[in-house]
Nanobody, 123 residues
Framework: QVQLVESGGGLVQAGGSLRLSCAAS????????MGWFRQAPGKEREFVAS???????YYADSLKGRFTISRDNAKNTVYLQMNSLKPEDTAVYYC?????????????????WGQGTQVTVSA
């Protein structure tokens, strides 16, 4: 069982930056692939980024160059650095863990989810 708790969301002006954190419980964090997803009001959840157990990363094409996913296995934490934020980045951001270990894009391939953290970008 893995429990995930996101933090770091908030209100930021367009062009600003935020770093989200996702702290995981359990001793086997390093064996999981981790991912970030987001869901804006009235829209479906969408993939943001994934990082494999050995730190290979994969991003949604539209977010490459602005978002960076990383992990610190010693701290059982995965991060999402978000730069040059735009109003359309406003959403609830969720982290997730997958036993598949490799980078994972489909939400259905993730086994555990956090509760989400709100990110609001003002124009």
């Amino acid at each position: 069982q893995v429990q995930l708790v996101e933090s770091g969301g908030g209100l930021v002006q367009a062009g600003g930056s935020l770093r989200l954190s996702c702290a995981a419980s359990g001793r086997t964090f390093s064996n999981y692939a981790m991912g970030w997803f987001r869901q804006a009001p009235g829209k479906e959840r969408e993939f943001v980024a994934s990082i494999s157990w050995n730190s290979i990363t994969y991003y949604a094409d539209s977010l490459k160059g602005r978002f960076t996913i990383s992990r610190d296995n010693a701290k059982n934490t995965v991060y999402l650095q978000m730069n040059s934020l735009k109003p359309e980045d406003t959403a609830v951001y969720y982290c997730a863990a997958s036993r598949l270990r490799r980078t994972v894009v489909r939400g259905t391939d993730y086994d555990y989810w956090g509760q989400g953290t709100q990110v609001t970008v003002s124009a």
